[in-house]
């Protein structure tokens, strides 16, 4: 499958000289010039405050179009161990990878259902390997590929037995490399290894809509609920714990929940997607703060400087807060 290895389109970047930027980014032990940190905020407490200072865009890029570097409608994210951004550009059926500053390092992927292609492209993560993890929303099957853009194998396929799907969106993996699905159309998250094999299911009565979801390193799991405007708590096996949230513009409300990401210390950051903002909690569903404007937050992810990435599907471009 043709890789598409460089392209250059417009990119744009913020200056952020307040003194607050200067202060966190050597709380973080990283040189005031952006050297690279080389460690993980100290503690919980470090991460917090973090968050709590967020709210300046950093970054953008994208702009609207199928030119390659362009997009359209994108929504799920991820990153890859050396802050490459895997992009769900569904609007186009193909998935794009671009480096930090922008620049495209690959894309693959056309309209259709054969392998490769695909029918809508929802949520993207990443499996053990550096792999690629694809749900697609109408051909209803996970695809799998290499981290070039090769494909590797697929599973699932209409249904609601175990092992088929009924409009997946969000994908996340856990530490032992096990792939979690959220089974939108079944009202259920499904569970699988990287092979495809079928692992187990849950829901709750209390889960109407799955939308996307994260693993933190403790193995909860982290979903969001569209049509509640909730988010849900389960533990490793699918017990739920509990929820947050409700219908509403105010401070730790929702108006249909997106993307969610987790940080290593289980904070949870949740795209509030029609609020047009990001909000953060801890991860007892605590709020701590929320920051963007201008926005339709679809999907986010973290980078390793404590950088925020996040789809913007309204103005079809990426924003790194």
């Known amino acids: 499958m043709d890789i598409v290895v460089e392209a250059i389109f417009n990119f744009f970047t913020i200056a952020d000289t307040e003194v607050i930027s200067l202060a966190w980014e050597l709380m973080k032990n990283q040189e005031p010039d952006g050297g690279p940190r080389t460690s993980a905020p100290a503690d919980r ?13 950093k970054k953008y890029f994208g ?12 929504l799920g994210i991820c990153s890859t161990a ?19 500053n922008g620049r495209v390092k690959g894309c693959f992927g056309s309209e259709g ?18 792999g690629i993890v694809a749900s697609e929303l109408l051909n209803h099957r996970i695809q799998i590929f290499d981290e070039h853009g090769r494909f590797v194998r697929e599973f699932g ?3 609601s037995g175990d092992r088929e799907l009924n409009c997946p969106i969000g994908v996340a993996t856990d530490e032992s490399g096990l792939i979690y699905v959220c089974d939108t159309g079944n009202q259920r998250i499904q569970v699988f290894s990287e092979e495809g094999k079928f692992v187990r299911k849950f829901a709750s009565e209390g889960l109407a809509r799955p939308n996307y979801l994260s693993v933190t390193p403790n193995g909860r799991v982290i979903v969001s609920d569209l049509r509640i405007h909730k988010v ?90």
């Open 63 to 74: 702009t609207s179009g199928k030119a390659v570097g362009q997009m359209y409608d994108p």
């Open 113 to 130: 259902t054969a392998e490769g292609q695909f029918d809508y492209v929802q949520g993207v993560c990443l499996t053990s390997r550096g």
């Open 157 to 159: 396929g209409e249904g």
């Open 82 to 100: 050396c802050d490459d951004l895997v992009v769900a550009d569904r609007g186009n059926h193909r998935i794009q990878i671009f480096d930090v």
């Open 45 to 57: 407490t470090d991460a917090l405050w973090g968050y709590r200072n967020k709210g300046k865009v």
């Open 232 to 321: 849900h708590v389960f533990d490793s096996q699918g017990r739920h714990l509990f929820q947050f949230g409700t219908k509403g513009a105010n401070e730790g409300q929702f108006e249909e929940p997106s993307g969610v990401a987790t940080d290593d210390h289980g904070n949870i950051i949740v795209c509030d997607s029609d609020n047009g903002r990001v909000q953060v909690f801890t991860s007892d569903g605590e709020f701590v703060t929320c920051f963007g404007s201008d926005l339709k937050p679809e999907g986010v992810c973290l980078l390793s400087g404590g950088q925020i990435a996040v789809t913007d599907s309204g103005n079809d471009r990426v924003q790194i807060f």
